[in-house]
């Protein structure tokens, strides 16, 4: 402020930037929301940097905040600074923090900044993991890409290197040829992904930022920047499943028997002995991943890598892997069952597609393979997605029973910290005694206990409050015996999996009576917070936090069957509390609405990401397929001097990639729908500890069917026109 004090008015410093934003000059009146009111200040004077660190922030004297937020003598936290690193006295005069820890309140308590860093970052954990299974799920598909595209090449240059072989060139100099090709691509693929996400950061960080608000805290981030950490992990990630991926193909080029690489029907019928032994690897891939869900690690919050959810996703790369070394034999399988129909129905264009996917199965396999892994992603989240959605739909529908709910305006979604004024209690119990049939209240705050801190609700003494609730296990007359005053708790399913705790079991509460102990009575669903949350009555929460602070109302009235009547209400209701007071007040149905909004936005992350892998796999899908079709130049070369028509081998080409196309979806289905049960039951149970509902409907299949249908039929379009536009005499010069 160079110098200058704050005037005896409210006034406010921010920076250039923010009072840019909001349109305001020094002297102006800045409207500011404390609580319900709406109060001003005048903005006095800029910061001196206008760093973005001090974007949409605030900063005034002490005694006017005070003032200004109705917390007259009130701090809300003080900053300690130790003299030394052991933090064995935090001033000058020596006081040790034992004692400084003895002087304080039972409200008061002391946290080091470190802890306080801990806690937001078990805040956001699951989402962390959330966004963690997508990227898995992207990496898995990249690098089944990977190789699709390396063994491609390979397999169409295996004559190549059977020539390189002939004449001296070792099985160590083919291995390092092929996986440095793959590493060259890997750099430029890496480059193109870092500009492109670099791009993408703006919307990404934008839909990420919207759900840490509406769930966690409010947060803005106005400077997009790359950190060196994150730069090296996605080169670094990147390079290894590029290297990865190209090892096995590298592998087969080099063992190419120069004999055999003459002969594609030695070849293909050495694939198809592959295919044999792949199914025991299938079968052992399989036996890992039961295992490996089923094993137990201690919880330990710095074991950031053997942990049940790394587990979790461990298991469903094993799955993955089981289902891929399994498409071969089921591509044979499949052929030998169609062939009789494709040549009963097609006659011999049918016949003759059919019987080429089984020739063909190092290629053809592989391109299956990479599309098959594509659609069960994108059937897996949509499984997923569509579960979790339909169990918070049916949580909405038990637990939103009044007509009218009236909270607070705040910054963040599921938190309900700011009071609601007595006066508007008041205001309803006496001038709309004739339209309410009861009003249920809602308080809500953070306490400390043996486990950390928690939040802790009351739940009011009625039948209607405890309809809201639907309850996994309870013990017996456990209502009743709350009400009657015994220290009786309820918890969220979350809170009982995360602290690992069940019925009977304690918990211990610092009250402002002290360190009482509770019991668990009942355990119920809770979608509203995924760190879980403590219920006790009413009248035990009054008496032992000597408070009578509400937080939200819920409103049910006498004619709540009308959607006008409830309308018609909240407009009356307004008009008598919005002259001294902002809140929100909506109907069920809004709220409702509301709260599906913001589930929509937490997944829209997920769509993103769904797309954008989903697109990259499809353009890398649509080459394999086409170059399967363009290397077959020759052969269809021959079919035309031999009198085949260009329909006929349009015909061809058609049916044996939408096979390819159909095989797909076949495997998508069984793959995508275990993926989905491990991402629901196992994953999302370990992070969250929610128990979902399962919801497959049918539109995903068509979706995915639609999918897979047209990747076939936009690549096999150009090797149709050039297929039969060929220069047949240029084509068969040297046969």
């Known amino acids: 402020s160079n110098g200058k004090i704050f ?36 903005l006095q004077a800029f910061f001196d940097s206008d760093s973005s660190n001090y974007q949409n922030l605030f900063l005034m004297d002490i005694s006017q905040a005070q003032k200004l937020l109705d917390k007259p003598g009130k701090l809300t936290r003080i900053d300690l600074k130790a003299i030394d690193d052991s933090f064995n006295t935090v001033f000058g005069k020596g006081i040790s923090l034992d004692e400084l820890k003895k002087s304080l309140s039972e409200d008061e308590t002391i946290k080091s900044s470190e802890s306080r860093s801990k806690s937001l970052e078990q805040m956001t954990k699951s989402f962390n993991i959330n966004l963690q299974a997508l990227s898995f799920l992207a990496i898995i598909v990249a690098a089944f890409l990977i190789y699709n595209s390396v063994s491609f090449s390979v397999v169409q240059r295996r004559k190549i290197y059977a020539v390189y072989r002939t004449i001296g060139v070792s099985r160590r100099e083919i291995i390092k040829a092929v996986v440095l090709e793959a590493f060259v691509f890997a750099i430029l693929g890496i ?26 805290f409010s947060v803005e981030v106005s400077v997009k920047a790359i950190s060196f950490f994150a730069l090296f992990k996605s080169v670094g990630l990147g390079l290894l499943m590029s290297l990865v991926a190209a090892l096995l193909p590298a592998l087969d080029a080099s063992s190419t028997n120069p004999v055999m690489a003459m002969s594609r029907t030695s070849f293909e019928s050495k694939n198809k002995l592959k295919a044999q032994a792949y199914i025991v690897l ?3 891939f399989a036996i890992l991943a039961y295992f490996v869900v089923k094993i137990k690690v201690p919880d330990n919050p710095l074991n950031m890598i053997f942990n049940d959810i790394n587990f979790g996703f461990l298991a469903l790369l094993f799955i993955l892997l089981s289902f891929t070394l399994l498409i071969p034999t089921a591509i044979q399988i499949l052929c030998k069952l169609l062939e009789p129909i494709y040549a009963f129905l097609l006659g011999f264009a049918g016949s003759f597609s059919i019987k ?12 299956i393979s990479a599309l098959t892994i594509a659609l069960s992603m994108t059937l897996a989240l949509n499984i997923t997605v569509s579960s979790f959605r339909q169990t918070v739909e049916n949580w909405l529908e038990q637990s939103l029973k009044a007509d009218v709910y009236i909270s607070v305006p705040r910054l963040v979604s ?7 004024p007595e006066e508007v209690q008041f205001i309803i119990d006496k001038d709309f005694k004739a339209d309410v049939q009861e009003t249920l209240t809602y308080s809500m705050l953070n306490a400390e206990s043996n486990i950390g801190e928690i939040q802790l609700a009351a739940i009011q003494e009625s039948e209607a409050a405890l309809g809201l609730v639907n309850f996994h296990n309870s013990i017996e007359n456990f209502w009743q015996r709350m009400i009657s005053g015994e220290k009786l708790i309820l918890v969220s ?7 690992h705790l069940g019925l009977n079991d304690s918990l211990e ?6 360190l009482e102990s509770f019991t668990i009575a009942g355990i119920f669903e809770d979608f509203g917070s995924e760190h879980g949350i403590v219920m006790m009555s009413k009248k035990t929460f009054q008496y032992y936090f000597k408070t009578k602070d509400v937080n939200s109302l819920g409103v049910i009235l006498r004619d709540h069957n009308s959607k006008k009547a409830i309308d018609g209400f909240i407009e009356k209701l307004k008009s008598a509390i919005f002259k001294k007071h902002l809140l929100f007040i909506r109907s069920n149905y809004s709220l409702k609405q509301e709260s599906m909004d913001i589930f929509d936005r937490t997944f829209q992350v997920t769509n993103v990401l769904k797309f954008i892998a989903l697109a990259v796999a499809f353009i890398a899908i649509l080459s394999s397929f086409m170059s399967l079709q363009l290397e077959r130049i020759k052969e269809f070369s021959i079919l035309r001097a031999t009198g085949t028509s260009p329909w006929q081998i349009g015909k061809i080409l058609s049916a044996q990639t939408l096979t390819m196309g159909f095989f797909a979806f076949l495997f998508a289905i069984p793959a995508g729908i275990i993926q989905a049960y491990v991402m629901i039951f196992i994953i999302n149970k370990r992070s969250f500890g929610w128990s979902l509902s399962w919801n497959l409907e049918s539109a995903f299949y068509i979706e995915v069917f639609l999918l897979a249908m047209g990747a076939s039929i936009i690549s096999v379009i150009y ?17």
Do not use: H, M, W
């Not at 399913?493 to 602290?499: A, D, H, L, M, R």
């Open 7 to 42: 005037s005896y008015e409210l006034g406010v410093f921010c920076s250039k930037t923010t009072a840019k934003a909001l349109g305001v000059e020094l002297g102006d009146n800045i409207r500011l929301r404390i609580g319900s009111k709406i109060k001003e200040a005048r």
């Open 356 to 367: 080429s996917i089984a020739r063909q199965l190092s290629r053809t396999s592989v391109a």
């Open 414 to 420: 599921n938190q309900a910290n700011d009071v609601i």
């Open 719 to 735: 090797p149709i026109f050039f297929t039969n536009r060929v220069n047949l005499s240029e084509s068969l010069r040297n046969d």
């Open 282 to 284: 299938s079968v052992c």
């Open 191 to 216: 480059g193109l992904g870092v500009f492109l996400g670099y791009l993408f950061a703006d919307t990404l960080v934008g839909l990420v930022l919207q759900t840490i608000n509406d769930i966690y």
């Open 509 to 514: 509460i610092k009250t402002k009576q002290g």
């Open 493 to 499: 399913e979350p809170f009982t999996y995360k602290n």
